[in-house]
């Protein structure tokens, strides 16, 4: 019996988790990628003055990355995530004191309960803040309000300056990449159950050990090749091909076409506006993608004579512009005398338009504040920008994401910013990527799809 065959579109988390996942169910892939690395917005590249591979930005998992997880052990690199017993996180404040959230070995969410009255150099009185929040949580997370901002939220749970800059706003920062007073309560409360409110596991923090490329992309290929699936490297998509409502293949830059009819598009939400043909642009459904914003995400990466951070493999730093620092040559074990630090800035909208000196002295200035006992010189330095870093979660916003299911018949869409529920994350994109991969493999336009795309009025 023939295999079913999909087209998927984009190498990142989202494709090659689909397309991985394709092939486990028994199907077959062509897949086309517009870089010759693939990687997408989690990838490594050699740089120079480092001498080794870099990330495009630090990027952390949780211990609820099911998605993630599910891929990265069928690629047998799951162990290359470095996943904390309970959550810790150290945060440091101006002058270099230290307030660590260590979570002891019990259930959730009392774990996270007693890890917060654990933190040194937080008053009671913001501690208990947060336990309230705590307790109305599963009432809250049945109710989220998708036009409510993070900022209102917390004042609704009368949480307190303190509070916000210890712990609210890193979690909201790192894990929306959205300013709290723009970002979505909903979207919030998505993270806050998934992570606390399940296991103990799930609450805790997972650091990739390798460059990020190096932890799926090439195992990926190989799998898909070993398969016998066609893999297409740096031809990017140029337009997809739509016959009366159904999806029939794509056209890539050199001009070779590809015809297939379940198609899996594993893009950024503009590449695909930019590839649909016209009349299916102004689609409702697609409209509302063409109003989704992106927001930036800068990563500093700084060789230094020797770590501020003490054998920490990072901290958060309370009250600056950048908003973490992880030890690189610590995480992944390297015996050296110069020591690489990745630091990172999110919602970076304010410090994206700077020049690279200005950023290096911004990191200088940063390295002095909070560690004045142990000054680094810094031998080396790159920034690196990422305007499209992820989708804006601006309060009011969810309801623009379209889900993985398309109104054109065969397309499916997958990347982190589909409907999924959660943030646009790796987990995001893996969920979408499984999520897509199921429904090509189911037979192709099933009556409920067809009602579906009566009911949304369809062009052609
Ligand atoms: C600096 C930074 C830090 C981050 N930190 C975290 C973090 O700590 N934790 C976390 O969970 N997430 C983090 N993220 C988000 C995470 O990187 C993304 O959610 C995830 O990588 C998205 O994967 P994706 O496959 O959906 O999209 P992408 O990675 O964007 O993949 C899309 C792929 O499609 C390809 N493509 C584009 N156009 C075409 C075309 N025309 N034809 C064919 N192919 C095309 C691209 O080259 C790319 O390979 C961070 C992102 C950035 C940028």
Redesign the pocket.
Same mark, same amino acid.
């Given at each position: 019996m023939n295999k079913p065959h999909v087209l998927v579109?984009?190498?990142?988390?989202?494709? &090659?988790s689909a397309a991985v996942r394709i092939v486990e169910l028994g199907g077959t892939v062509t897949l086309?990628?517009?870089?010759r690395h693939?990687?997408?917005?989690?990838?490594s590249f050699d740089d120079r003055s480092f001498g080794r591979p870099i990330?495009?930005?630090?990027? &952390?998992?949780m211990g609820c990355?099911h998605h993630?997880r599910a891929f990265l052990r069928s690629l047998g690199t799951e162990s290359s995530v470095d996943f904390q017993r309970d959550l810790t996180v150290p945060m440091l404040r101006p002058g270099g004191t230290a307030s660590v959230l260590r979570c002891p070995s019990l259930p959730a969410p009392w774990h996270l309960g007693l890890g917060l009255l654990g933190m040194r150099g937080v008053g009671f009185r913001h501690k208990v803040a947060a336990l309230r929040a705590g307790l109305l949580l599963s009432n809250e997370v049945r109710r989220p309000d998708d036009t409510e901002t993070c900022d209102a939220w917390l004042r609704r749970m009368g949480q307190t300056p303190a509070i916000r800059a210890q712990f609210w706003e890193p979690l909201i920062l790192?894990?929306l /990449?959205e300013d709290p007073l723009v970002a979505s309560a909903a979207m919030l409360l998505a993270v806050l159950e998934r992570g606390f409110l399940g296991t103990r596991d799930d609450s805790a923090l997972g650091v990739p050990k390798r460059p990020l490329s190096e932890l799926y992309v090439p195992q990926a290929l190989a799998r898909l090749e070993s398969e016998g699936c066609e893999i297409v490297l740096g031809?990017?998509?140029?337009s997809i091909r739509v016959s009366g409502g159904k999806v029939t293949g794509i056209e890539?830059?050199s001009g070779r076409t590809f015809d297939a009819d379940r198609v899996v598009v594993?893009?950024?939400p503009h590449?695909l506006l930019?590839?649909l043909p016209d009349p299916w642009r102004r689609h409702p459904e697609f409209a509302d993608v063409a109003r989704l914003s992106y927001a930036p995400?800068? /990563?500093l990466w700084a060789k230094v004579d020797r770590s501020p951070l003490e054998g920490r493999p990072f901290v958060g730093l309370v009250g600056s512009p950048i908003h973490w620092i992880f030890d690189r040559t610590t995480i992944e074990g390297e015996a050296s005398d110069e020591v690489v630090l990745s630091c990172?800035i999110?919602a970076a909208y304010g410090l994206v338009g700077d020049s690279s000196d200005a950023l290096r002295d911004l990191l200088a200035a940063e390295l002095r504040r909070f560690f004045p006992k142990t000054p680094v010189r810094i031998h080396a330095f790159k920034a690196?920008k990422?305007k499209?870093? *992820?989708i804006s979660h601006a309060a009011g916003t969810y309801g623009l994401r379209p889900p993985v299911e398309s109104p054109i018949t065969g397309l499916l869409l997958?990347?982190?910013?589909v409907r999924t529920g959660i943030p646009? *994350?790796?987990?995001?994109?893996c969920q979408?990527?499984h999520e897509a991969a199921t429904l090509a493999l189911r037979p192709p336009a099933s009556a409920w799809h067809e009602g579906r795309r009566r009911t949304l009025g369809v062009v052609s």
């Open positions: 579109v984009g190498a990142g988390f989202a494709g &090659l086309v990628e517009a870089t693939g990687g997408g917005r989690a990838r990330d495009n930005g630090q990027h &952390l998992m990355y993630t790192a894990t /990449n031809d990017p998509m140029r890539t830059r594993a893009v950024p590449v930019d590839c995400i800068v /990563n990172t999110s690196v990422e499209r870093a *992820t997958a990347g982190d910013w646009a *994350t790796i987990e995001s994109a979408a990527g």
